[in-house]
Every structure is written in C-alpha cells, then in structure tokens.
C-alpha cells in the first residue's frame, strides 16, 4: 500500500514537472516572438502615406519623422543614397510625426504639398533651409514660405488646404499609429515591419541588407 502511494505521488509530481515545462516553454516562445517579431504591419502603412519607389519594392522603409528635427535632415540624403545603390528594390514610405513645438503646421504644409503632387519638392526645401527656420527644437511656420516659392506650389490653395479637416485627420492617424508602434523619437524607421535593433543609420543599412539578402 506504501509502495502505491509513492506511486501515485510520484506520478502526480512528475505531471506537475511536465506542465511547468509546458507553460514555461509557451511563455518564453511567445516573449520571445514579441523580441524578434515584425510590428503590427497595419500601423505601417495608410493611403495617405508619401512614398517612392516601386509600389511592389521587395524591401519597404517606413520612416516616422519631424521636419523640425535635425537627425531626419542629416539622415535623409543617406536614406536616399541607399535606395539609389539598390535600384527598385526599396520603396520609401513616409509618416509624420510632429513631436518638436510648432512641427504639426510644417508636417500640415508637407501634406497640403503633398496634394499638389508635391511633397518631395517640398520636403527637400524645407530640410534644406531647416537652421533658418528651425532652432532649438521649436519650428517657426512664419520663416518656410519663402522657402516654399519656385518648386511649383498653388500657394493660395496650399494655406487652405493646411485647414482641411481629413488633412488634420491624416496626421492624427499618423501619430496614432506612432503610438501603437512604439515609436517616441524621430526619425525611426521600420524595414519590412522590423524595427532598428537599436538607432543608427549602420543599423538600418543591415537591416536593408538582411532583407535584400533574402531575396536570393
């Protein structure tokens, strides 16, 4: 009879060993999945999105910036020198994320801009005239306009568009999708869904060459 009860005991503990294991080893798989995963690809990407580069690109950088921020200014000629040593292999998709004071009107004009067929123009105008109107992490929308003249601008329909309630909308859900991925800083930039490992532009162009890499 004492035989059969330490059987029995035993038994029991060994059950409890087994599902111990078990709910450690989900535990640690799904931790783990949340490290090395893609974010939520939902959140990437809207219709609104400025973008280049071929629409069916392999590799897609999903950039959040702050016209205001210098980092963004002294990445963007690099992002750019990356995608031309890649032809058609990497699309561009920009989302705005005004987080410097006065950065939500700039973003308004880069997407105003935008509905003309310009935002690029745009954007290379203002990140190059950046120190005369940016400074001490606050932009003053006032000093851009000038800087705005000859890329081809409507400027009349520009000033009213900026006002547009779906334009206001737009960035609204730019900053809501910042949000839930996590994002805080600018600029901060996704490859394919993943995230930086941690910030550097050396970081995004591994990240880009991990995922050319899979292509062959």
Not at 66 to 75: E, G, K, M, V, Y
Not at 106 to 128: D, P, Y
Request: net charge neutral.
């Amino acid at each position: 009879m004492q035989k059969k009860t330490i059987y029995v005991a035993s038994f029991v503990v060994l059950l409890a060993i087994v599902a111990l294991c078990s709910w450690w080893y989900l535990s640690s798989s799904t931790t783990q999945g949340q490290d090395t995963a893609t974010v939520d690809r939902s959140a990437l990407v809207r219709p609104h999105s400025p973008n280049e580069g071929r629409v069916d690109a392999p590799v897609v950088i999903v950039e959040f910036f702050d016209p205001a921020c210098d980092t963004c200014r002294s990445f963007y000629p690099l992002v750019k020198q990356l995608m031309a040593q890649n032809p058609d292999r990497i699309r561009l998709v920009m989302r705005y994320a005004p987080f410097h004071k006065g950065s939500d009107k700039v973003v308004a004009i880069l997407e105003a801009a935008r509905r003309q067929g310009k935002f690029w123009q745009a954007l290379e105008a203002l990140f190059a005239s950046q120190e005369d109107w940016a400074s001490n992490h606050t932009a003053k929308v006032e000093l851009t306009w000038k800087y705005l003249n000859g890329i081809g601008l409507d400027m009349e329909k520009l000033a009213f568009d900026m006002t547009a309630p779906d334009l206001q909308q737009a960035v609204a859900q730019d900053l809501s999708d910042a949000n839930t991925l996590g994002v805080s800083q600018t600029p901060e930039y996704f490859v394919n869904g993943r995230p930086l490992p941690s910030f550097g532009f050396p970081q995004l162009r591994q990240l880009v060459a991990e995922e050319i890499g899979k292509l062959h």
